[in-house]
């Protein structure tokens, strides 16, 4: 069964705090990203990677860094935590299934910045 | 880049009633296309996906139909439950290594009994 893990279901932080996210999959997927999602806006690709220590930016990639220093770990950091990133927080990763990556996403986390 | 629209943004249903969601892509080149539903509090979960050499596909109570001619694709909810009620999602991709998702806004499915 693919299952991918986050840290944290809620969390609140104060404005310019440094925030972490972490996301861990154990079963081997090369693929993991990390979105945001807001209402009526559906879901933002913040960053991915492809790869151990690669990563691409997505649509919104400002205010936000990654790290991915092991395979089953990626890890969402807000520098400077500030309320406009209050949101929820949604980690993915892909499995090749008869030449296509299916996508599968952790439950959320949901952040408050104040 | 490729740019995903999805309508309607809400739905309601009563129980038992069939619920249709659609979808058009802009990228000729995307070959799979997946759909998630999203609970309260939860994350999206992959309910059925379709790739672009088949026309239809079905699993219980769910479908999906793709038309590559016309770059739109359907998700078909028949006999509806009140559990269906949840948030869905469509996207489409390449399906490639490395390549994102692209998500439609998402549809607000109600059914009430």
């Known amino acids: 069964d693919v299952k991918v893990t986050q840290s944290s279901r809620y969390l609140v932080k104060r404005t310019g705090e440094k925030v972490f996210l972490e996301c861990v999959q154990d079963m081997d997927h090369e693929n993991m990203f990390w979105y945001r999602q807001d209402p009526g806006l559906g879901l933002r690709l913040i960053y991915f990677s492809y790869d151990v220590k690669m990563k691409e930016k997505g649509d919104i990639p400002e205010g936000y860094s990654v790290s991915r220093e092991k395979k089953e770990r990626f890890s969402l950091i807000l520098e400077s935590a500030s309320t406009n990133q209050t949101s929820m927080y949604l980690c993915?990763?892909?499995?090749?299934?008869?030449?296509?990556?299916?996508?599968?996403f952790g439950p959320g986390t949901r952040l408050t910045v104040t | 880049g490729e740019n995903v629209e999805q309508h309607p943004s809400t739905l309601s249903v009563q129980e038992g009633d069939s619920a249709v969601i659609k979808c058009t892509y802009s990228d000729s080149a995307s070959n799979y296309f997946p759909w998630y539903k999203q609970e309260l509090g939860k994350g999206p979960q992959l309910i059925i996906d379709?790739?672009?050499?088949?026309g239809e596909k079905k699993d219980q109570r769910i479908a999906v139909t793709l038309n590559k001619t016309a770059k739109h694709f359907s998700l078909h909810i028949t006999e509806t439950q009140p559990e269906d009620s949840a948030v869905y999602f469509c996207a489409a991709s390449k399906g490639q290594a490395g390549t994102a998702l692209i998500f439609g806004k998402g549809t607000t499915l109600s059914v009430s009994s």
């Open positions: 993915a990763s892909t499995r090749l299934v008869q030449g296509v990556y299916e996508q599968y």
């Open positions: 379709i790739r672009s050499n088949v």
